[in-house]
């Protein structure tokens, strides 16, 4: 069993780094909403296709996953209620896209998953 037998503490780091993750208290409450939601598959992948095709309607996700609209539309208001995701109508489509202000953290994700992907295609 390892344990941690510390022969100083260093008060100025431990303070310093209390004081970061108290000044980014907000950026992680952000950013572990986004994660939380982006943490189901299904949710992902809708995720990753509203940021390749900027938008998208349940239809057309229906169709893409190959799942049912309730289905996708039960993602989609998680993801609404969330705050990860917007739509705009029209007529009776309603087209969904990823809040501008979450598109940086998930493209990062995302460039992951297509630089997994080509290694993949390499192999």
């Known amino acids: 069993m390892n344990t941690c037998i510390r022969l100083y503490a260093d008060p100025v780091q431990i303070k310093s780094c209390k004081d970061k993750l108290e000044n980014a208290s907000k950026a992680f409450g ?32 229906s169709d893409i996953l190959s799942m049912s609209i309730p289905a996708i539309s039960q993602h989609l208001r998680k993801m609404k209620d969330g705050g990860i995701i917007q739509f705009r109508k029209e007529g009776q489509t ?3 896209s990823l809040k501008p ?7 990062s994700l995302f460039k992951y998953v297509n630089e997994l992907n080509a290694k993949m295609e390499l192999a």
């Open 94 to 96: 309603i087209y969904y």
């Open 30 to 61: 952000t950013m572990s909403s986004v994660l939380s939601l982006a943490g189901n598959e299904v949710r992902l992948k809708i995720l990753y296709l509203l940021e390749e095709e900027k938008e998208l309607c349940p239809c057309d996700l």
């Open 101 to 107: 202000e979450h598109l940086k953290m998930l493209r």
